[in-house]
């Protein structure tokens, strides 16, 4: 009785004071995921900032090439989707009028004899449920904002934090371990190197996950002969690294355009496409290629997306998967006491995982002798 006492009063303690730090995230929510969003980018352009840098690149061409390569990329991707879907939106709206007239037509004169007052009834219902599911779909603990000035100042703090993290990551890494104390750095600074390098291979896995959706449904759009099938696959790309909302929006764009020009066989083949690509990267590639790529294993990924999901909605499902898989590594390395063999850095020596900087040229004066 008294051993479970003690480590009674003790998970107490750890678990009101998780419960004040998600508190405080909820109060902060809107300066906490624009600066979660800037680090999970900051893991995909650092490597290629040191990659340029390797090859002679001065640090601050580096650091701009990779910032305005990611933004041209994702900005070149959604003007290229939705400049097509604009230009073929007067003749996707005709389509969509047709196919209402006959699909009503075919209720009303058909053998379901379905009265105009009971169609219209439907789709008010239809209509109200929508609305409802996609409040509940997008509202969450930790939503991002709730206006569109909220989004666009979370956006510029996201970007802001990114050149940030390019520029100095070094310092604001050193900053954080001087916080600690000194006996503690050498486990923190370890730590912290571990988790980045998950945090690395997260990312690059949901590039692969978010291509291999993309390839799927746009292909499968594309064999059926649906139109759209390019700006269809790019539009699945980018809605891939929003969880929940990316996936149903997306795959309801392709059986929308496949019903409205192909009918409803084509759009029935194409709803099983989406499933099929959507239960293989949620069945399959998430849990094994992920799980692999973060050291977690495949259920602990479904259980911290399930968990992260019904805690703090879309935010909670997309970053669920990375705080896991580095709270995870982070935990085991300090279990491992391999650091405690090493000196504790200070913090002017503690390497960064943020910033890898790269080793100079060696500078010569006149009268050198020696390198």
Do not use: C
Not at 22 to 30: A, D, K, T, Y
Not at 167 to 185: E, L, Q, S, T, Y
Not at 186 to 211: E, M, P, S, Y
Not at 311 to 340: D, E, H, Q, T
């Amino acid at each position: 009785m008294r051993l479970a006492a003690a480590w009674s009063w003790r998970l107490l303690l750890v678990v009101a004071l998780l419960a004040v730090g998600l508190f405080l995230i909820v109060q902060l929510r809107l300066v906490v995921i624009p600066i979660l969003v800037a680090v999970l980018v900051s893991a995909l352009l650092v490597p290629f900032s040191a990659f340029l840098q390797r090859h002679r690149w001065p640090k601050w061409l580096g650091v701009t090439t990779a910032l305005v390569s990611a933004l041209a990329v994702v900005g070149g991707l959604l003007t290229l989707g939705v400049w097509q879907i604009v230009r073929g939106s007067d003749e996707l709206a005709a389509q969509t009028m047709i196919a209402w007239e006959e699909l009503r037509s075919g209720l009303m004169d058909g053998p379901l004899q379905i009265t105009e007052q009971q169609l219209d009834d439907w789709v008010d219902q239809i209509g109200a449920a929508i609305r409802a599911d996609s409040g509940a779909l997008v509202s969450g603990a930790l939503s991002v904002g709730s206006s569109l000035g909220h989004f666009v100042a979370g956006m510029f703090l996201a970007l802001f934090a990114t050149l940030f993290m390019l520029i100095d990551g070094r310092g604001i890494w050193n900053w954080m371990v001087g916080i600690f104390p000194r006996r503690a750095r050498a486990a923190v600074d370890g730590a912290g190197q571990a988790g980045w390098a998950t945090l690395q291979n997260f990312a690059k896995v949901q590039i692969l996950v978010a291509t291999i959706d993309a390839i799927g449904i746009g292909l499968g759009a594309f064999l059926l002969g649906v139109p759209l099938a390019v700006p269809i696959g790019i539009l699945v790309f980018l809605g891939s690294f929003i969880p929940i909302v990316g996936a149903v929006a997306t795959g309801t764009l392709a059986v929308f355009v496949a019903l409205v020009y192909n009918g409803w066989v084509i759009a029935l083949i194409m709803l099983g496409v989406v499933l099929l690509v959507q239960q293989v990267e949620g069945h399959v590639l998430q849990p094994l290629i992920m799980g692999t790529a973060v050291k977690v294993h495949p259920l602990g990924v479904v259980v911290a997306v399930t968990a992260g999901s019904l805690v703090a909605g879309i935010p909670g499902a997309l970053f669920a998967v990375p705080v896991a898989a580095v709270v995870n590594v982070m935990i085991l390395y300090v279990s491992r006491g391999s650091w405690k063999s090493a000196d504790p850095p200070s913090p002017a020596e503690t390497r960064s995982p943020l910033w890898r900087t790269v080793p100079e040229r060696p500078r010569f004066r006149r009268g050198d002798q020696t390198t």
